[in-house]
T-cell receptor, first 115, second 113 residues
Framework: TAGITQAPTSQILAAGRSMTLRCTQD?????MYWYRQDLGLGLRLIHY???????GKGEVPDGYSVSRANTDDFPLTLASAVPSQTSVYFC??????????????FGQGTRLTVV | DQQVKQNSPSLSVQEGRISILNCDYT??????FLWYKKYPAEGPTFLIS?????DKNEDGRFTVFLNKSAKHLSLHIVPSQPGDSAVYFC????????????FGTGTSLTVIP
């Protein structure tokens, strides 16, 4: 059972370079999310998608973009990386927006270091 | 502004004793609450949840209590086991407007054998 798969698991990226973090889920979940985890700040939402073809901004969207061309994939792109984007990135999905009783399922994370 | 807060960054408990992890929230519109457990180098995994229409939900060794008037929830683990050592995040969502799950900053639990 795959669930949510993220790639790569870790990356060192030079400042100013671009990078796409990949996320794929096989649960046919409608909603998908990108969070970043930083010490003392918990998990903060970057972008979300309630269904294929739609995306929205979370708490900390600046410097990131997403697309949702289909149900399964939700890539996160850093157009020009900066050191403050050093973090652990988690992709998550949930069955449906607004569905009571749902929970979010998380990928294993991508550890990104911008130098 | 942090809408979900976990004021204790760490907690140590002896094996076999009770672990109590606390969480406070500010948004009275939240109506569904969840606890996640996270091991190092892994993604958070869902542990237990509670709807705002309840004040208690139990699943084996894990019980979540909700006090809506105080905007406070807690996770009780009894008896605590060394394998419970992890970071615990509480999360909240307003189901009808669900855009995101709001997470606390996490509490690192260490269960001492």
């Amino acid at each position: 059972t795959a669930g949510i798969t993220q790639a790569p698991t870790s990356q060192i990226l030079a400042a100013g370079r671009s990078m796409t973090l990949r996320c794929t889920q096989d649960m046919r979940h409608n909603a998908m999310y990108w969070y970043r985890q930083d010490l003392g700040l918990g998990l903060r939402l970057i972008h979300y998608s309630n269904t294929a073809g739609t995306t929205g901004k979370g708490e900390v969207p600046d410097g990131y973009s997403v697309s949702r061309a289909n149900t399964d994939d939700f890539p996160l792109t850093l157009a020009s990386a900066v050191p403050s984007q050093t973090s652990v990135y988690f992709c998550a999905s949930s069955r449906d927006r607004g569905h009571r009783g749902t929970e979010a399922f998380f990928g294993q994370g991508t550890r990104l270091t911008v130098v | 502004d942090q809408q979900v807060k976990q004021n204790s960054p760490s907690l140590s408990v002896q094996e076999g004793r009770i672990s109590i992890l606390n969480c406070d929230y500010t948004n009275s519109m939240f109506d569904y609450f969840l606890w996640y457990k996270k091991y190092p180098a892994e993604g958070p995994t869902f542990l237990i949840s509670i709807s705002s229409i309840k004040d208690k939900n139990e699943d084996g060794r894990f019980t979540v209590f909700l006090n809506k008037s105080a905007k406070h929830l807690s996770l009780h683990i009894v008896p605590s086991q060394p394998g419970d050592s992890a970071v615990y995040f509480c999360a909240a969502i307003e189901v009808s407007r669900a855009v995101q799950f709001y997470f606390g900053t996490g509490t690192s639990l260490t269960v001492i054998p």
